[in-house]
């Protein structure tokens, strides 16, 4: 059975860091484009990053350019987000995707199909 399971969300300060990972089990995911997205109350998903299988390319939502930065070890099958410089704004559901084409150049931000449980993120002012 294929899963993502996502870990290291909880409650921090603003101007805080947290780190996510999520790791992949049942196959593995070394070959495709792993993200990051988001989903708070009331509001709907938002892209948040995503690697490409091989690091090459990365991609990030125009909200967290520069304060968060998404990178992958194959040889763990996981991924992680690093979240720095944390606002309020960005408390919400955090949930690790898999583009299950393999060997995707680039990133597609509609392509990612296969999904975590997700991570409560919450920062507080």
């Known amino acids: 059975q294929v899963q993502l399971v996502e870990s290291g969300g909880g409650l921090v300060q603003a101007g805080g860091s947290l780190r996510l990972s999520c790791a992949a089990s049942?196959?593995?995911?070394?070959?495709?484009?792993m993200g990051w997205f988001r989903q708070a109350p009331g509001k709907e998903r938002e892209f948040v990053g995503a690697i490409s299988w091989n690091g090459a390319y990365t991609d990030y939502g125009d909200s967290v350019k520069g304060r968060f930065t998404i990178s992958r070890d194959n040889a763990k099958n996981t991924v992680y987000l690093q979240m720095n410089s944390l606002k309020p704004e960005d408390t919400a559901v955090y949930y690790c995707?898999?583009?299950?084409?393999?060997?995707?150049?680039?990133?597609?931000?509609?392509?990612?199909?296969?999904w975590g449980q997700g991570t409560q993120v919450t920062v507080s002012s």
């Open positions: 049942g196959r593995t995911f070394s070959t495709n484009g």
């Open positions: 995707a898999a583009d299950s084409t393999r060997l995707r150049i680039g990133i597609v931000r509609a392509a990612f199909d296969i």
